[in-house]
C-alpha cells in the first residue's frame, strides 16, 4: 500500500511567519533597549541630585554669557589669536608624534595579529587582547596616570593618545592586511627572506595607501583628544582653555579666540585629510 505524500509546503506561509517572528523579535529587542535607555537615564539624574531637567533652560547660559563678554572685545580677538597660536602649535605637534608613534606600534601589532602573516600564530589571540586592551582604556585614564608619574606636560599627553591610537588603527589595520595578496610573501620566502622582509617588501607596500588614509582619520581624532587631555594638565591650548574659562567673566573673550583657533584648525585638517585620501583612491582608481 503506497503512503500519499505529503502536503505541499507553502513558501508564502512560511515567509510571512518568519517576518512574522523577526518583527516580534525586533519589537522585544527594541522595546529592551528602551527600558534600558530610560532606566540609566533616571538613574543617571537621581545621581545627578535630579537636576536635569531643572538645569536644561540654563545649558545656553555659558555660550551667551561668552558672546556677551566678548562682543565688546572683538578688537582684541586678532591678539588673542597670535597669543594662543603657540598654543595651539603645541597641541597639533601632540597629535602629530602621538599619530606617528601609535601608527608605528599599529603596524607591527597588525601583522602580528592577522592570519596568514603573524610571525607566531598561536599567539595572535594575545596580539588582538592586547589591542582591545589599548582601545578599551580612555587616554584621559591613562593620561592622568601618566601626569601622576611624569608630571604635567605634553609627554604625558603624547604618549597617551599613542598607546590609544596603537589599539585603534592595530584593529583596523589588521582587517587591511587580510586582504593583502599573499603571493609576494610566498616568493619571497621561496628565497629564503625573513619575516620582517617578508612584511616590508611583500605586504606593507600593498597595504601602505589604507594605512596612510586611516593614519591621516586617526590624527583628526588626535587634535580633538589632545585638546581635551590639557583640560588635565597636559599640556597645549586646551589647557590656556581650561585657565580662560577658571576666570570666569572678564576673561571669556580670550576662550572665545581660542574657540575659533580650534574651530579653524580642525576644519583646515579635515578638509587637508579629505583631500589627499579623494586623491588616493583616485590614482588608486586610476592605477588598475
Do not use: C
Amino acid at each position: 500500500m503506497t503512503q500519499t505524500p505529503d502536503a505541499p509546503h507553502d513558501p508564502r506561509g512560511h515567509y510571512m511567519a518568519l517576518m512574522a517572528q523577526r518583527r516580534l523579535y525586533g519589537g522585544l529587542t527594541l522595546g529592551l533597549f528602551a527600558l534600558l535607555m530610560i532606566s540609566g537615564f533616571m538613574l543617571a539624574d537621581s545621581r545627578n541630585a535630579g537636576g536635569f531637567w531643572s538645569g536644561l533652560p540654563q545649558v545656553f547660559d555659558f555660550p551667551a554669557d561668552v558672546i556677551a563678554d566678548t562682543l565688546p572685545k572683538l578688537d582684541r580677538l586678532p591678539g588673542h589669536l597670535v597669543r594662543y597660536f603657540p598654543a595651539l602649535l603645541e597641541t597639533i605637534n601632540i597629535a602629530a608624534v602621538s599619530t606617528l608613534l601609535g601608527a608605528a606600534g599599529a603596524i607591527v601589532l597588525s601583522l602580528l595579529s592577522t592570519r596568514g602573516l603573524a610571525r607566531w600564530p598561536r599567539l595572535i589571540a594575545v596580539f588582538r587582547r592586547f589591542m582591545d586592551i589599548l582601545r578599551a582604556v580612555p587616554e584621559i585614564v591613562v593620561a592622568l596616570v601618566l601626569i601622576f608619574v611624569l608630571g604635567g606636560g605634553p609627554v604625558p599627553a603624547m604618549l597617551a593618545i599613542a598607546l590609544h591610537t596603537a589599539g585603534a588603527l592595530g584593529k583596523l589595520f589588521s582587517e587591511v592586511n587580510e586582504n593583502a595578496d599573499l603571493k609576494p610573501v610566498e616568493g619571497l620566502s621561496s628565497v629564503g627572506a625573513t619575516w620582517l622582509q617578508r612584511m616590508w617588501l611583500g605586504v606593507v607596500p600593498q597595504v601602505s595607501p589604507n594605512y596612510f588614509s586611516y593614519a591621516l582619520l586617526r590624527f583628526e581624532i588626535n587634535i580633538r583628544a589632545s585638546a581635551i587631555l590639557g583640560f588635565v594638565g597636559a599640556g597645549g591650548i586646551g589647557y590656556e582653555l581650561r585657565n580662560a574659562m577658571a576666570w570666569g567673566k572678564g576673561r571669556f573673550d580670550e576662550a572665545a579666540a581660542i574657540f575659533l583657533l580650534l574651530f579653524l584648525t580642525i576644519i583646515v585638517f579635515d578638509q587637508l585629510s579629505s583631500h589627499v585620501r579623494g586623491a588616493m583612491i583616485s590614482s588608486k582608481k586610476g592605477g588598475f
